[in-house]
């Protein structure tokens, strides 16, 4: 079964910014955390998140670049985590339930694209696979006890989940490595694990999950790809400057801090946001046009990719 995907109507678009969507809207008095937010994306919607009163937690592999980039930004804190260890995201989780905090916001931004094949973790798993799925998956499910009712969980996925679903037969490209196509397939999880992780938690403890396509844009994500090669795929002008399509950070963040704060979504959930909306089912293969693949809400492939995340992670189940 597919989930439900139609447009609401908000007054807001693809220009925009996390500034726009938060304003008037007072996060006085609660708790978010958004990993990766000390760069790009992350960085934007931390600072509209406590620009509307939230203190936010921002877990970091790099604690003291972290601390440098949020300086200055009131209300936030940085603590150590390493996404791809799951070891550390264990620990993380029990040393934030040990302070007792309900946390009312979590923001699943941090990821890797595009990187040389690379093996974490206990079972050697491929890099995009393990760090923008399996290490969201373990945090989120470790820090359930902490989830107060009514909060909102939001995980970045992107446009990208067109070029892959899940592949069931070979989730850690044992064979064939394709960095394009491993990211891909970690942003149709980011989007599954939205859909049940909402099926799970939406009506018995009122936590409600999306995912949003933030929209592309040029930030250090695309780190891994070397710069000849972002004007042959169409990011940059022959002038060097973002191609027409492109967002700023400030405009790229705005729909995940439009999902993890907008009163529109009071009561649902589940879904896959973009340009600050619902978005409708893609009806073409321009990832700058966007929408959603089926293959990105599809129930049945959601509660596969959950098992097998309990699997591998021995959490969640």
Known sequence: MITRQKSIGTGFGAHSTAADVVAGIDLTGTNALVTGGYSGLGLEIVRALAGAGAHVVVPARRPG?????????????????????????????????ESGRPLHTVVANAGVMACPETRVGPGEWEAHFAINHLGHFALVNRLRPALARGARVVAVASSGHFLSGIRWDDV????????????AQSKTANALFAVHLDRLLGAPAGVRAFAVHPGSILTPLQRH??????????????????????????????T????????????????????????????????????VKPWAVDREAAARLWDLSCELTGVGG
């Not at 850690?172 to 990211?183: E, I, P, Q, V």
């Not at 649902?268 to 909306?277: A, H, K, S, T």
């Open 172 to 183: 850690h490209f044992r064979t064939g490595y394709d960095r394009w196509l491993a990211y």
């Open 225 to 254: 790809v070397p710069r000849e090669e972002w004007r042959g795929l169409g990011w940059v002008t022959e002038t060097g400057e973002a191609a027409e399509g492109f967002k700023t950070p400030q405009q790229g963040a705005a």
């Open 65 to 97: 670049t972290a601390a440098a980039a949020l300086r200055g930004i009131a209300g936030t804190e940085v603590q150590a985590l390493d996404l791809a260890d799951q070891d550390d995201v264990r620990a993380f989780a029990e040393r934030f339930l």
């Open 256 to 291: 995940a801090v439009w999902a993890a704060t907008s009163p529109l979504l009071a009561g649902r959930g589940g879904l896959y946001c973009q340009d600050c909306d619902v978005a409708e089912p893609a009806t073409g293969d321009d990832m700058l046009v966007g929408g």
